[in-house]
């Protein structure tokens, strides 16, 4: 299978949306959506996360990502939700994120971030903000 043929359905839905556990792209091959809550990854973040500029999910909750959220993320303008809570998540909450207008949720909560947060003015659909 390639990486668009990599998924489950999760055994909820919220407002009458599937969500999806695991990799989801769009009719062109794009990956849209990586789902892996509490699914035992480790390691940092890549750099490469980039590449995927139709990202709209990314749900990393309940992992073990540490360091820091990779300047390179700030491409990743379609992001709806940006789910990354109870990881170990260190350094700032980055100022790019204000650039993710289409953002509907984020989830910082229980990882390890230091400082204030960033002035976000332009998240204007956020419904669900979570940093506890």
Known sequence: KNECEWHDTLDYTEAEQVYYYGVACDAQGRVTSIVMPNNG????????????SNLRVLNLSENRIYGELPPTMSVLVHLEEALFAMNDISGTIPDYLDTFTNLRKLSLLDNMFTGTLPDLPNLR????LDLS
């Open 125 to 128: 659909r956020l419904t669900h």
């Open 41 to 52: 990854l480790e390691g940092t973040l890549p750099p490469e996360i980039a590449l995927l």
